[in-house]
């Protein structure tokens, strides 16, 4: 049973685009929701995370969207460039969760130029 | 710039083989981490530690053990390897709790078991 689902698993949207990569969670417990970005032959690198007391968090062209009582987000990527092609992971913590995160499959995403 | 370095970055063994990976940190990290990545199900946590001579269970630990022999290097073993164990595997790190939750990646390393 996976704790935390993404959808799309593949995503492909063209230069200045908006990419919105999606994902939702089980447990009510998680509180600490970061989202990771890989590139290929690359170990995944923190892009952006949000607290369950927020709804919004923004940082340049990332900005995630969190709906705490459906337990659903969003990673909304604006004017989309070719170097954000990558695989993006969401992942969750929470306070039963103590140090462990619990990720998602992942979306791969493409951007065309 | 926190800096994880894993050894050897690509290794090919057959069933029943015995391997061991390698993972190493220079941070002062007190979290150390083992993933293995397959398409579909992300990164799948193996085992963890917390400090020197400390080995927690994670999510998918069948078949593989542990050993966090200092506070920078961290092992994963596979003392009978399987081919369901190919697979991409992650090490990590992350400070002590309280501080930030970010985790520090290394490059990986690509295990074939034939």
């Known amino acids: 049973q996976q704790q935390v689902r993404q959808s799309p698993q593949s995503l492909t949207v063209w230069e200045g685009e908006t990419a919105i990569l999606n994902c939702s969670y089980e447990?009510?417990?998680?509180?600490?929701f970061p989202w990771y970005q890989q590139f290929p032959g690359e170990g995944p690198a923190l892009l952006i995370s949000i607290r369950s007391v927020s709804d919004k968090k923004e940082d340049g062209r990332f900005t995630i969207f969190f709906n705490k009582r459906e337990k659903k987000l969003s990673l909304h990527i604006t004017d989309s460039q070719p170097g954000d092609s990558a695989t993006y992971f969401c992942a969750a913590s929470g306070v039963n969760a103590g140090a462990k995160l619990t990720f998602g499959g992942g979306t791969r995403l493409t951007v065309r130029p | 710039e926190a800096a994880v370095t894993q050894s050897p970055r690509n290794k090919v063994t057959v069933t029943g083989g015995n391997v061991t990976l390698s993972c190493r940190q220079t941070?002062?990290?007190?979290?150390m981490y083992w993933y293995r990545q397959d398409t579909g199900h992300g990164l799948r946590l193996i085992h963890y530690s917390y400090g020197a001579g400390n080995l927690q269970i994670g999510d998918v630990p069948d078949g593989y053990k542990a050993t966090r022999t200092t506070q920078e290097d961290f092992f994963l073993l596979l003392e009978l390897a399987s081919p369901s164990q190919t697979s991409l595997y992650f090490c990590a790190s992350r400070p002590g709790l309280g501080d930030s939750y970010e985790q520090y990646f290394g490059p990986g390393t690509r295990l074939t078991v034939l």
């Open positions: 941070n002062s990290h007190n979290y």
């Open positions: 447990d009510s417990t998680f509180n600490y």
